[in-house]
């Protein structure tokens, strides 16, 4: 079973970018599905993107769509989220997930937090006006 470790967050003015990091433990990461969550306060906890075991296929929310990137490298058990253009309504701790998945699944992107089995200790995200 992996273990996640996200790294990278901070304060940052409205329109800045930042690149987060989630860097897992374990020999399975590579057939692992990864997602980025994200909880303000007083919110429920929202999916934000998520990318199959493949690298090959990713899904975003729509309000980060065409400004946050996911990407993975399998050899640094690593995933990333690139975060541009950044809004005050951005403001959250993030999460990194993992979800192990079997060779078929090789595109499959999970949307859900309930479909994630292993979560990070997550790490803040402030954006200032």
């Known amino acids: 079973q992996v273990q996640l470790v996200e790294s990278g967050g901070g304060l940052v003015q409205a329109g800045g970018s930042l690149r987060l990091s989630c860097t897992a433990s374990g020999r399975t990461f590579s057939r692992c599905a990864m997602g980025w969550f994200r909880q303000a306060p007083g919110k429920e906890r929202e999916f934000v993107g998520g990318?199959?075991?493949?690298?090959?296929?990713?899904d975003y929310a729509d309000s980060v769509k065409d400004r946050f990137t996911i990407s993975r490298d399998n050899a640094e058990n690593t995933v990333y989220l690139q975060m541009n253009s950044l809004k005050p309504e951005d403001t959250a701790v993030y999460y990194c997930a993992a979800a192990e998945i079997n060779l078929a699944g090789f595109r499959l992107v999970l949307l859900r937090a309930q479909e994630y089995k292993t979560w990070g200790s997550g790490t803040q995200v402030t954006v200032s006006s």
């Open positions: 990318i199959s075991w493949s690298g090959g296929r990713t």
